[in-house]
């Protein structure tokens, strides 16, 4: 079954703990791609990525690495979390077509974090 | 910088009856424009997109879309609301040349039996 996968699917942790959120795909996208969603603010990007080795800021990305050592993965961490990076997550993964990425994004169920 | 707004944080419907969910964008240039849904405790799902081929764009499960070039909107319509249509729903935009999508901050669909 074609999907994206991500873990866990919820986290409590505490200010400064380092953490990391896993993203796999297995429908060898070559697009890849992290959301928070916060309400009435729906969801902003934080980090993309076209390829393996290759990534970019997205709107938010202040507080967050990400790396593309795969195809198929694409780790989210947060190196010291702060409250503010209280949220819920989505990891989402296309095809690119013609230089750009096919529109129709395939998403994970989301990683509700919460850091105290 | 490109925008999305989407007019309504929430929308309340009786079954049955139609449901319109309204979006504009900036007119920078001509985008591509994306109605996702998102279903409690789900991620998002495509439900139409537009690309420049008709204005009138039909999606799943009964849905369709109206780009208004003139109004910079991109308007989703049902005739018929269904208790299984409420959800979060999401427009968004895609400009040229760019990798991004920006996303409405949603509206909440509510369907009263």
């Known amino acids: 079954e074609a999907q994206v996968t991500q873990n866990p699917r919820y986290l409590i942790t505490v200010t400064g703990k380092k953490l990391t959120v896993t993203c796999s795909q297995n429908?060898?996208?070559?697009?890849m791609s992290w959301y928070r969603q916060d309400p009435g603010l729906g969801l902003r990007q934080i980090y993309y990525?076209?390829?393996?080795?290759?990534?970019d800021k997205g709107d938010v990305p202040e507080g967050y690495k990400v790396s593309r050592k795969e195809k198929r993965n694409f780790p989210l961490i947060l190196e010291s979390p702060s409250p503010n990076q209280t949220s819920l997550y989505f990891c989402?993964?296309?095809?690119?077509?013609?230089?750009?990425?096919?529109?129709?994004?395939?998403f994970g169920s989301g990683t509700q974090l919460s850091v105290l | 910088a490109q925008s999305v707004t989407q007019l309504d944080s929430h929308v309340s419907v009786s079954e049955g009856t139609p449901v319109l969910l309204r979006c504009n964008y900036s007119?920078?240039?001509?985008?591509?424009l994306f109605w996702y849904v998102q279903h409690p405790n789900k991620g998002l799902q495509l439900l139409l997109k537009?690309?420049?081929?008709?204005?009138l764009v039909k999606g799943i499960n009964g849905f369709e879309a109206e780009f208004k070039k003139s109004e910079t909107s991109f308007h989703l319509t049902k005739p018929s609301a269904h208790m299984s249509d409420a959800a979060e729903y999401f427009c968004?935009?895609?400009?040229?040349?760019?990798?991004?999508?920006?996303f409405g901050a949603g509206t909440t669909v509510t369907v009263r039996a």
């Open positions: 990525s076209m390829n393996v080795e290759v990534t």
């Open positions: 007119s920078s240039y001509s985008p591509s």
């Open positions: 429908m060898n996208h070559e697009y």
């Open positions: 968004v935009v895609r400009y040229p040349n760019d990798y991004k999508l920006s």
């Open positions: 989402a993964s296309s095809l690119r077509s013609g230089g750009a990425i096919n529109e129709k994004l395939f």
């Open positions: 537009y690309t420049s081929a008709a204005t």
